[in-house]
Antibody
Framework: QVQLKESGPGLVQPSQTLSLTCTVS????????VHWVRQPPGKGLEWMGR???????SYNSALKSRLSISRDTSKNQVFLKMNSLQTDDTGTYYC??????WGQGVMVTVSS | DIVMTQSPFSLAVSEGEMVTINCKSS????????????LAWYQQKPGQSPKLLIY???TRQSGVPDRFIGSGSGTDFTLTISDVQAEDLADYYC?????????FGSGTKLEIK
């Protein structure tokens, strides 16, 4: 059974770094891509970036200077790190295969 | 980056009616190699994660009712929902996965009268 689950802090201070973990089960990170997608409250979906099955990464053009995606295949985990957070980075962050499997999302609030 | 222009922003229909949602890409999503259009449609119900409805522009994901129909090619795509049901209340998004960075449309909110 394929599952993805996001975890991380619910509250981050402005200018600080966000660190999120996506733990996957039911498939291998060396066979499938994992993407990060976020959604500000009441707004649309924004694709953030991808960890490819071979370890390559791709990023949203507007975020790439602040964003880093990495993985630990032994733990079946994909990591998102984004620095210099501002209030408009508040929202729900999802990890997903995009092919049909999504995590439940983790709400992140950027506030002092 | 490929820009996805989605319309309308919102629409309200009665059960049993048909709705059409449009998505236009700033460049062709048709692969010359396999003749597939790299366009997907997602449904997001209130409080839930998005759900894949359609991929390759017109292929229905397993378990998706056949009242959801994807069509189009190149730069112009349509999601048609025939015989709308109350359970179809949701936001709908298109996504181009032809080239990176991937880009979503701005979304369409479907309300049921």
């Amino acid at each position: 059974q394929v599952q993805l689950k996001e975890s991380g802090p619910g509250l981050v201070q402005p200018s600080q770094t966000l660190s999120l973990t996506c733990t996957v089960s039911g498939f291998s990170l060396t066979s499938y891509n994992v993407h990060w997608v976020r959604q500000p409250p009441g707004k649309g979906l924004e694709w953030m970036g991808r960890m490819r099955y071979n370890g390559d990464t791709s990023y949203n053009s507007a975020l790439k200077s602040r964003l880093s995606i990495s993985r630990d295949t032994s733990k079946n985990q994909v990591f998102l790190k984004m620095n210099s957070l501002q209030t408009d980075d508040t929202g729900t962050y999802y990890c997903t295969s995009l092919e049909g499997y999504w995590g439940q999302g983790v709400m992140v609030t950027v506030s002092s | 980056d490929i820009v996805m222009t989605q319309s309308p922003f919102s629409l309200a229909v009665s059960e049993g009616e048909m709705v059409t949602i449009n998505c236009k890409s700033s460049q062709s999503l048709l692969s010359s190699g396999n003749q597939k259009n790299y366009l997907a449609w997602y449904q997001q119900k209130p409080g839930q994660s998005p759900k894949l409805l359609i991929y390759y522009a017109s292929t229905r994901q397993s378990g998706v009712p056949d009242r959801f129909i994807g069509s189009g090619s190149g730069t112009d795509f349509t999601l048609t929902i025939s015989d709308v049901q109350a359970e179809d209340l949701a936001d709908y998004y298109c996504l181009q996965h032809y080239s990176y960075p991937l880009t979503f449309g701005s979304g369409t909110k479907l309300e049921i009268k």
